[in-house]
T-cell receptor
Framework: GQNIDQPTEMTATEGAIVQINCTYQ??????LFWYQQHAGEAPTFLSY??LDGLEEKGRFSSFLSRSKGYSYLLLKELQMKDSASYLC??????????WGAGTKLIIKP | DAGVTQSPTHLIKTRGQHVTLRCSPI?????VSWYQQVLGQGPQFIFQYYEKEERGRGNFPDRFSARQFPNYSSELNVNALLLGDSALYLC?????????????FGPGTRLTVT
């Protein structure tokens, strides 16, 4: 079957660094996406990985290991506005996006 | 430039009724995908359309149907509504629906079935 796992909830302190992990088992692989979703809003795109390695974009970085079926999203210099759910999604062989349940990130002052 | 638009924003229906949700993609985008998101969960894939053809269908009953029009807008229809259909319905557009481009999401339609 197809499965994407990520922690349900994480807590971090403003100004700190947090790593959100995602493991996946899917039929085919055409890339892994990270989206941010604030409560009551639509998801917004953060990053895309299709090759192994680290992609850096400002305060956010995303890592992929295809052999391990593993990715992480790294958020640096946390700000209160980063409090949101972070969704990991894999595009399978049929170009369908398969989503994890999301990780709710709580930032404390 | 306008983003993805969806209508209506909110909707309340009774069990057994049917509903039509509408989506207009970003100008130039030819692919539209529909997702159902239940509170506290990630989106679940329902359909993807590209160039007016169904490209993919998720694990949803036949009560769910969709279509894409020549102007690339799309409708999602749900018949014989059940309480469990209450959710946020998200529409996303992209240029071609592949992993080459990220999907851009509309604000969603919150459907409540009573």
């Amino acid at each position: 079957g197809q499965n994407i796992d990520q922690p349900t909830e994480m807590t971090a302190t403003e100004g700190a660094i947090v790593q959100i992990n995602c493991t996946y088992q899917t039929s085919g692989f055409n890339g892994l996406f990270w989206y941010q979703q604030h409560a009551g809003e639509a998801p917004t795109f953060l990053s895309y990985n299709v090759l192994d390695g680290l992609e850096e974009k400002g305060r956010f970085s995303s890592f992929l290991s295809r052999s391990k079926g593993y990715s992480y999203l790294l958020l640096k210099e946390l700000q209160m506005k980063d409090s949101a759910s972070y969704l990991c999604a894999v595009m399978g062989s049929n170009y369908q996006l398969i989503w994890g349940a999301g990780t709710k990130l709580i930032i404390k002052p | 430039d306008a983003g993805v638009t969806q209508s209506p924003t909110h909707l309340i229906k009774t069990r057994g009724q049917h509903v039509t949700l509408r989506c207009s993609p970003i100008s130039g985008h030819k692919s539209v995908s529909w997702y159902q998101q239940v509170l506290g969960q990630g989106p679940q894939f329902i359909f993807q359309y590209y160039e007016k053809e169904e490209r993919g269908r998720g694990n949803f009953p036949d009560r769910f149907s969709a279509r894409q029009f020549p102007n690339y807008s799309s409708e999602l229809n749900v018949n014989a509504l059940l309480l469990g259909d209450s959710a946020l319905y998200l529409c996303a557009s992209s240029p071609d629906g592949t992993a080459t481009y990220e999907q851009y999401f509309g604000p969603g339609t919150r459907l409540t079935v009573t």
